[in-house]
């Protein structure tokens, strides 16, 4: 199956030369080579090995290493550096690192400049505009390479050498600066799907926050991708040092199962790697499908972004709270894994539940009628209990680590048990197919799940 571009009465793109900003532009890196990864950031991160989410390296937080979106672990690259016999060697390793780190970011440089704006501090991968002060949306959809607009493609399939339209199939794809039309590949929709384009995120956000101003904003997925970040003034300690700032973030993606999403995060979001992370804090919003009668849907929104800070405000109070409350993590943690057994189908044949935890190996195989099925039975309630224990044991080792600020707390254990939702749970595929993978388990999926049940669990202990 192949698309064609240069529909009639697709809508015309953007146009995307400069326009002069009145934000001071303070760098602009566009060669992903050159990536901030150096020597002593990766060495540093590879020495790492007390569990904490970064570390401190002249002067900057330095990510420690994540072998799911670096494709390699960080003992299998500080074992190839040992073994390198040149200098050549090791630089070349240190190359290859560098290439993991770029698909790490997957920003998009399709019109050749990397599609990403920040506002003050640069993003931890140096690429892209930084400018002074946040950005307005005309200033934002310029510097951050959104100027672009989507169409629909039509699909067509091969015979005999002839190509023959595909009834009611069609592709995506955007214009490019040079004007040849970029159609993403592996995507196709129905003429139900209902494109939001780039400039509408902008004006949705304009109207809803009354004209937003954007700390960072970018595209991954060669484009097909697209993130728009506001950051908040209020900013809340859940203990003395560790502060939490807002951010709301509207995702949108073209031609891809994911919805139209607005919500709230502390998490800043700078490439493709922190847009998944951002849904780690996520609070109140909405999710929008890309059909038919979308942008009804949009019209009554606001709603939505008033319950976002409310939400918020509560998880504010109720963090507070968490603070407060003690806990023996053994005792949070299976909780949570009784939870996510009764609420998960998936779980539930993974994990002993807590009646299965009562009952006990002989509750297990009472109903066995014959050897060969207490012999399965048996098999299956080791299984179960192994995997439970493992998960708890993981919940634990979190709780333990230095990024535990107040240990013994209902809030320690809460956020060892969400880091593990959102970082720990292992996905299979490519890099690319990992990152979509693990950003559908936190909106809907697995880990969405987890986090559900902790929170809940959270305020039980809590009211207790």
Request: with cysteine.
């Amino acid at each position: 199956m192949k698309c064609c571009g240069n529909i009639p009465g697709s809508v015309a793109p953007f146009k995307t030369k400069r326009v002069l900003q009145m934000n001071k532009i303070l760098n602009e890196q566009n060669d992903v080579n050159q990536i901030r990864i150096d020597d002593s950031a990766i060495e540093a991160a590879m020495r790492n090995n007390d569990g904490n989410a970064s570390i401190d390296v002249g002067g900057r937080q330095v990510p420690v290493w994540d072998a799911m979106e670096y494709g390699v672990s960080r003992d299998e690259v500080l074992r190839q550096l040992d073994a390198a016999r040149t200098p050549e060697a090791k630089e070349a390793i240190i190359a290859d690192v560098r290439q993991r780190a770029i698909l790490r970011a997957d920003l998009d440089t399709t019109n050749g400049r990397v599609a990403l704006a920040v506002a003050g501090e640069a993003a931890w991968h140096g690429l892209g505009v930084q400018v002074a002060e946040a950005m307005t949306s005309t200033e934002a959809i310029k510097l951050g390479g959104l100027d672009v607009s989507h169409f629909r493609v039509p699909a067509y399939y091969p015979v005999n050498g002839k190509m023959y339209p595909i009834p009611n199939v069609y592709g995506i794809g955007r214009q490019l600066d040079d004007g040849s039309v970029k159609v993403y590949e592996g995507t196709t929709v129905s003429k139900k799907y209902s494109i939001f384009q780039n400039h509408e995120c902008f004006a949705f956000m304009d109207r809803l926050l009354g004209n937003a101003k954007f700390d960072s904003v970018g595209a991954t997925a060669e484009g097909q991708k697209i993130f728009l970040s506001v950051k908040f003034e209020d900013v809340f300690e859940a203990v003395p040092g560790d502060e939490v700032h807002r951010y709301g973030l509207l995702t949108n993606a073209h031609g891809l199962a994911e919805s139209l999403c607005f919500f709230g995060t502390d998490v800043r979001t700078v490439c493709n790697n922190t847009r998944a992370q951002a849904l780690r804090g996520r609070q109140g919003g909405f999710n929008i499908a890309h059909t038919t009668n979308m942008r009804a849907q949009i019209a009554s929104a606001e709603s939505a972004i008033a319950a976002s800070a409310k939400a918020f405000k509560n998880f504010e109070t109720l963090a507070e709270a968490m603070v407060k409350a003690s806990v023996l993590p053994q005792v949070f943690a299976s909780a949570v894994v009784d939870g996510i057994a009764e609420a998960d189908y998936h779980y539930r044949q993974m994990f002993l539940s807590a009646e299965e935890m009562r009952a006990g190996l002989d509750g297990f195989i009472r109903g066995a009628k014959t050897e060969a099925e207490r012999t399965n039975l048996e098999r299956r309630y080791n299984r179960k209990l192994a995997n439970r224990t493992n998960f708890l044991d993981q919940l634990l080792e979190l709780d333990a680590s230095k990024t535990n600020t107040v240990p013994g707390s209902v809030w320690g254990i809460f956020n060892a048990t969400t880091e593990h939702a959102n970082h720990g749970l292992r996905y299979q595929g490519s890099a690319r197919r990992r990152q979509e993978t693990r950003l559908s388990s936190i909106l809907t999926g697995r880990a969405a799940t987890i986090n559900e049940v902790a929170l809940r669990v959270a305020e039980q202990f809590i009211a207790s």
